[in-house]
């Protein structure tokens, strides 16, 4: 008797615990070391400041890869020559941006202007589980097009890849800061 009440006073005590929660899904703690920047020096009409956590390849004549081998990302970089087609330019890389509002939840538009250097650039951020969720072109309005878009060699999941698009946004931000037109 005396194994029964122990028993069941155990049990009591065992069994009296809070009604399970579900928990918030884990995110992974990724650390970015700080960037340092470079000139490039190309065999373009353009050069910029880039991470030296990149590495760059020139595929074609007017096509530049970045490449960030950590995080399986790739920048593609296209330049074109303006002849009275900005407009054109303009709108065919927007045809790109905006596809993936069939997936995008939305798309953030941040423009940049600097008359110094004739570099008239906007970037766009994909919101959602786009191929591409950031793209931007730039341009001196005369001569020069650039357009680029940043691809993880992941399949798409922007809750998961958000960390790594914010740094490689920085560095984005950096080539559009840095841009130089050469004639």
């Known amino acids: 008797m005396r194994y029964f009440l122990y028993a069941l006073?155990?049990?009591?005590c065992i069994s009296c615990k809070e009604t399970p929660t579900p928990k918030p899904n884990?995110?992974?703690s990724l650390k970015y070391t700080n960037a340092e920047y470079k000139k490039t020096k190309l065999d373009l009409p353009f050069n910029f400041n880039l991470s030296k956590n990149a590495v760059f390849t020139l595929e074609k004549t007017?096509?530049?890869?970045?490449y960030y081998p950590k995080l399986k990302a790739e920048i593609n970089i296209t330049y074109q020559k303006v002849n009275n087609n900005l407009t054109?330019?303009?709108?065919?890389?927007?045809?790109?941006?905006?596809?993936?509002?069939?997936?995008?939840?939305?798309?953030?538009?941040?423009?940049?202007e600097n008359k110094e250097n004739k570099v008239y650039a906007r970037l766009f951020e994909v919101t959602g589980d786009a191929a591409s969720p950031l793209q931007f072109q730039a341009t001196d309005s005369t001569k020069h097009f650039i357009s680029g878009s940043l691809?993880?060699?992941?399949?798409?999941?922007?809750?998961?890849i958000l960390p790594a698009i914010n740094f490689v946004k920085k560095d984005i931000k950096k080539i559009i800061e840095t841009l130089e037109w050469s004639n």
């Not at 006073?9 to 009591?12: D, E, I, W, Y």
């Open 62 to 66: 007017n096509w530049l890869n970045i």
């Open 9 to 12: 006073f155990l049990s009591t």
């Open 151 to 160: 691809y993880f060699d992941v399949k798409p999941n922007y809750d998961s």
């Open 26 to 28: 884990a995110y992974l």
């Open 88 to 112: 054109q330019l303009v709108l065919d890389a927007e045809k790109l941006t905006y596809k993936h509002t069939i997936i995008a939840d939305h798309i953030e538009v941040y423009p940049f």
